[in-house]
C-alpha cells in the first residue's frame, strides 16, 4: 500500500470484494508511526510519479526503475481505512526472538468487514 497511487480507491475495493466477516491481512510499512501519514508522490497525467517529497523507489523485479513510494503510513491508517473502507482494523505487532522476529517494521494489519 506504499506504493498506491489512490488508497482510498483500494481499501475501499477490498471491502467490496471481502464476504461479511472476511479479513484483509497485509503488511505496509508504517514508517510515521506517531505522526501523521503523509503522501509521497501522485500520479502523473502521463503515468509517471510526481513526488511533493524526495524521491523514493523500493526494488521491483518487474521494472528496473523499481516502484515509487507514494505514502509514508502512520498509525492513523486505522482512520484512514474506516474512513474510505468502513473496515475495522487492528495492527497486530509480530516481535518475538524465540521465533526470530525482530525487525524495524513488523507490523500486521488486519481489517475486517
Known sequence: MEHVY???KAFSEIARTLKKGGA???TVP???KHKKTEVWAVKGINGQPIFVK????HGNPVDSNGSPVTMHWGYDIVTFIKESSRLETTIEYLDNLNFGIRAEYIEVLVSIK
Not at 524526495?54 to 523507489?57: G, K, Q, R
Open 30 to 32: 508504517l514508517i510515521n
Open 54 to 57: 524526495e524521491p523514493e523507489w
Open 24 to 26: 484483509y491481512i497485509f
Open 6 to 8: 489512490n488508497p482510498e
